[in-house]
């Protein structure tokens, strides 16, 4: 190693490190903003380093030096551009296609050390760098369609694959088959390292399109892992510390995500990426229904019980943030806090359309965050709690899960039914993503307020403010 | 010794820090976290630069730009978006003026 090489290595490493502190400055809200900075240093840093080692070794042509210097500045104002605009309830979608470039640039880089150097390359970096053109190929149309469903595409929607999961053995098969030919024959690498791409690519399709719009979340995680281990493999290939450590990060991080959604909802990660929810679930469920009427109710009852409770509880959940109403409920917490109520926000893991999805959704409507509690803190608290107020949370309080022999048994819940009063407000009588019935809204001291999350908030404020003033 | 054997032993302790590390971060942070992670992936715009010095055929040109433009989107977006998203987070108490409060003795000493 001679001595830019040396600094280079020591500079990528100080990089790597500033990223592991700044995902470590992540677990506080305090801190994260700062830790997000001193992560972005880091990248600044490597990439500086990049340059220097680029102009101190020399390069081979002007053109490639422009035309990645074009590149730089193309990406750098669609990136920010992109980041600027997106709307939170978007945020999703954005990460999914951040990934889909990310996992897409790390197979190019692969690809790249594979075609062309002149003579085939050795066993060593035709293995790591034919893995990341695997990984990086299936991230990139998987994340596409992963992006595409949950901005709620209708093509998407529709298309259904034939063979129930056979397109997906035949793919990772003939993938699989291209990779392990392009390592015993380099000779002939443009063949099989085109094959073993293509083949990647539509993996990445018949990968994502069976499985259902609900579950994108996890996909998006589980695709972040790869992306994250593809950029790994491009670094064995080339030998740079800083891609090898950064990918490995991301990898772990993904993997520990998608695990601990997964528990959230219930179901094995396996369950969730081979698609589709159970037939088995519906079936049992149409003979199943609990007992007893729901008992409707108005806007006015509602604020009457509010403004009279001492101790309010919000259940936020994805069809608050489907109606767009965050700032109502909000503005309805600020209004009973004024008035001398307690008001917390109990945070189901999965609420929302990724994790921790509805806590930025609160954030962006002001809440401060330390109103918003995790279920293990705020289950024990809802026997006090005099007023629980559900806003398009459904299954996630579904008292069935305590018993076994349901869709969601099992499933940890919020512990509404506990609650003095319950009001659920919810816009039609519909059962939620599991296909069951929700027994809460069957008990004695649950009532239902029906129609628009947002309008229904907003006579709710209109009542409250009228018995206020 | 052999550096491929010095990258995996890298890579294996990297993953172990990584689970350690995101571990610990609280479910409130989860979003961010995942886009933060994305943003750290964009790293492969090191790689693209390294194999642009290289590069010196039409195939390897449009490899370079093509990586560059995604990558870079990768890595700029993913840390902006993730900085707006964190500048939303504010906790009740008056934690703001608590820190100016702070500068301003800094200052007077």
């Known amino acids: ?14 990089s790597a490190v500033m990223f592991v502190i700044g995902l470590h400055f992540m677990n506080s809200p305090k801190t994260a903003r700062r830790g997000n900075q001193i992560s972005a240093v880091g990248m600044v840093i490597a990439v500086i380093m990049a340059f220097v080692h680029l102009v101190a070794t020399g390069f081979r042509s002007n053109i490639a030096i422009i035309l990645l210097l074009l590149g730089i500045a193309i990406g750098a104002v669609a990136g920010v551009v992109s980041a600027k605009k997106v709307k939170m309830t978007d945020m999703p979608q954005l990460v999914s296609i951040f990934n889909t470039v990310g996992g897409g640039a790390a197979a190019l880089v692969a690809l790249n050390d594979i075609l062309t150097p002149a003579k085939a390359p050795g066993l060593v970096v035709l293995i790591t760098a034919g893995l990341g053109v695997v990984i990086g190929s299936v991230t990139f149309t998987g994340s596409l369609v992963a992006a595409g469903k949950l901005q709620g595409v209708k093509f998407l929607r529709k298309l259904t694959l034939p063979g129930k999961g056979m397109l997906n053995v035949l793919f990772i098969v003939l993938t699989i088959a291209s990779f392990v030919m392009l390592c015993v024959q380099p000779g002939q690498r443009l063949l099989w390292a085109v094959l073993t791409t293509v083949f990647a690519l539509v993996y990445g399709l ?11 979340p996890v996909v998006i995680s589980v695709l972040n892992a790869c992306t994250g281990t593809a950029v790994a493999m491009s670094g064995l290939a080339i030998d740079n510390v800083a891609l090898i450590v950064a990918g490995a990060l991301v990898g772990a991080a993904g ?13 094995p990660l396996h369950s969730v990426l081979a698609g589709g929810f159970g037939g088995a679930a519906n079936a049992s469920a149409a003979t199943d229904g609990p007992e007893g009427t729901m008992k409707e109710t108005t806007a006015d009852d509602v604020a009457v019980q509010l403004v009279y409770a001492q101790k309010v509880i919000f259940v936020p959940g994805f069809g608050l943030a489907q109606a767009q109403a965050q700032r109502e409920l909000a503005d309805l917490g600020e209004l009973l806090k004024e008035h001398g109520v307690e008001v917390s926000y109990a945070i189901h893991p999965v609420a929302g359309r990724m994790p921790g999805h509805m806590n930025v959704l609160l954030a962006e409507a002001n809440v401060p965050y330390d109103e918003l509690v995790d279920l ?58 599991a296909g069951i019935e929700n027994e809460l809204y069957f008990e004695d001291n649950t009532q239902m307020l029906f129609g628009d999350a947002k309008a229904g908030l907003q006579a709710v404020i209109a009542a409250v403010k009228e018995l206020l003033a | 010794m052999n550096p491929l054997v010095v990258s995996i032993t890298l890579f294996v302790l990297a993953l172990l820090i990584g689970v350690e590390v995101i571990g610990k971060v609280p479910a409130t942070l989860h979003t961010p976290l995942m886009s933060g992670a994305n943003s750290i992936h964009g790293i492969v715009i090191v790689g693209v630069v390294i194999v642009a ?12 730009f093509l990586a560059a433009v995604l990558g870079t989107m990768n890595v700029v977006g993913g840390y902006v978006v993730t900085d707006r998203m964190l500048e939303m987070f504010k ?9 100016t409060a702070d500068t301003h003795e800094e200052a007077g000493k």
């Open chain 1, 206 to 216: 018949v990968f994502v399109i069976p499985i259902g719009g609900a579950d994108m």
């Open chain 2, 53 to 64: 010095a290289q590069a010196n055929s039409p195939l390897a040109y449009v490899f370079v």
């Open chain 1, 1 to 14: 190693m001679n001595a830019i090489d040396t600094v280079a290595w020591f500079v990528y490493l100080l």
């Open chain 1, 376 to 433: 293990d803190d705020i289950n024990p608290q809802f026997p006090s709690a005099n007023v629980a107020l559900v806003v398009g949370a459904n299954d996630v309080t579904n008292p069935a899960a305590r018993r076994p022999g349901t869709p969601v048994s099992g499933m940890p819940i919020l512990d509404v039914d506990q609650a003095q009063h319950v009001v659920v407000m919810k816009r039609g009588r519909g059962r939620g993503y």
């Open chain 2, 91 to 99: 906790s009740s108490k008056p934690a703001k003026s608590a820190d």
């Open chain 1, 255 to 267: 993997v520990t995500l998608s695990i601990l959604m997964a528990q959230a909802m219930n179901r």
